[in-house]
């Protein structure tokens, strides 16, 4: 629920360039017939407005906090890094948009 609430949160943003993607995901057991006791999943959003991003943290927050009351489990929302959005130089953009084409 959560990765699919990031996925709808990221979309919602994507008119100011935010994505947010769940790649990674640690499942003790992983076996297929056993029900996990511990899933770690990895959420990157990037953009290049702060506050995009931020309102995308927000949500993820928001439905950390609500499955876990719904599902009487813990979780725990670590961040790992919150890099500043740079935008590219525009000729390095030109420099790349020509080698794309030629």
Do not use: W
């Amino acid at each position: 629920m959560i990765i699919e609430d990031v996925r709808h949160a990221a979309c919602k943003e994507m008119v100011y360039g935010t994505v947010g993607t769940v790649g990674k995901l640690d499942v003790s057991p992983n076996a297929m017939n056993v029900i996990p006791g511990l899933v770690k999943f990895y959420v990157d959003i990037r953009g290049i407005d702060k506050n995009s991003i931020q309102r995308v943290a927000d949500r993820l927050a928001d439905s950390v906090s609500k499955v876990a009351k719904e599902h009487d489990v813990q979780i725990a929302l670590e961040s790992l890094a919150a890099e500043t959005p740079t935008l590219l130089d525009k000729s390095i953009c030109s420099l790349l948009e020509e080698s794309a084409a030629q």
